[in-house]
């Protein structure tokens, strides 16, 4: 079977317009030739694609569901237009950054505009994953770099520490416990406590830290972002433990940000892939990230 994009293109044409004369106008090719097209593209396909009432051409069931296909081969084709523009605009100059929704509020944001003021040319493309894993499978694959809160184990990354903050305690002000020095874990048994999604690794080990103390808390409420969490707890559904630095840390609107004792930390980490060699515009981004951190 030898079926031609000028045959679908005649008989989309037909199918959208229901005359052969309107096909004809938007081909911008005579009637007589849009008539070949469709009787050419029936023989290939072995049935007939239109009945004819009075002027106008109705379409066959088969042609019904034919013309779903079609539509969805002409789209993926308007696709391929689109993307072959966006790189003749930009030439190779492109950038892709994956990372948790834990550092898509402020840090990404910031990395990317940035590079944007070095490269101003280069286009940069932000996606965020739910989880480490995610973020890690996606750079594996095809993104320049990843950010997480953890230290690859795979051996095929390379990487670099952005931060390695405190944890906090945070509260509503107002609080019951604002007033002390440190929280302790003991503090926050059976309070309503905001976590980060399940997928969080930090969540993770904040989850394990209670546990091994057998401290209940009242889980009630999720969400993705540090920025999330202390907006919650601004409006006193909880308290929390996040990481942030400590300049942060004085600047949460609504909250008491209070230190937290555990053994625990809250890291930054850009990572890329070592399979591959990175781009010059990639060098560029890594070299800001540099800078940000020697600025810190």
Request: include cysteine.
């Amino acid at each position: 079977m030898k079926i031609t994009f000028r045959q679908v293109d005649a008989f989309r044409s037909v199918v959208s317009t229901g005359s052969v004369t309107e096909a004809a106008t938007m081909l911008g090719i005579s009637q007589p030739a849009v008539s070949r097209l469709i009787a050419d593209l029936e023989a290939e396909v072995g049935f007939a694609l239109f009945q004819r009432s009075g002027r106008v051409l109705i379409p066959t069931d088969e042609a019904r569901l034919l013309v779903q296909e079609v539509r969805q081969a002409v789209s993926g084709m308007e696709h391929i237009k689109q993307a072959a523009t966006a790189i003749g605009s930009f030439g190779h100059a492109r950038l892709s950054l994956v990372t948790t929704p834990a550092f898509a509020t402020q840090l990404a944001p910031d990395l990317i505009s940035s590079f944007a003021l070095a490269c101003p040319e280069a286009m940069a493309r932000l996606e965020f994953e739910a989880n480490d894993d995610s973020v890690e499978w996606l750079v594996s694959q095809s993104f320049d770099f990843g950010i997480t809160s953890s230290v690859p184990s795979n051996p095929s990354f390379n990487s670099l520490m952005l931060s390695d903050d405190d944890v906090y305690c945070v509260l509503p002000k107002g609080h019951r416990l604002e007033d002390k020095s440190v929280i302790h874990a003991r503090d926050l048994a059976d309070e309503s406590f905001i976590s980060y999604m399940g997928s969080s690794r930090f969540r993770f080990e904040v989850d394990r830290f209670f546990d091994a103390k057998s401290i209940s808390r009242s889980l009630k409420y999720e969400t993705r972002t540090t920025d999330g969490v202390c907006r919650l707890v601004a409006r006193g559904l909880g308290v929390s433990i996040v990481g942030m630095s400590k300049g942060h840390s004085e600047t949460v609107p609504g909250c008491a940000v209070l230190p937290f004792a555990a053994p625990l930390n809250f890291q930054t980490v850009l990572f890329w892939s070592n399979n591959r060699p990175l781009s010059a515009v990639a060098n560029i981004f890594l070299e800001i990230a540099k800078d940000t951190l020697s600025s810190d």
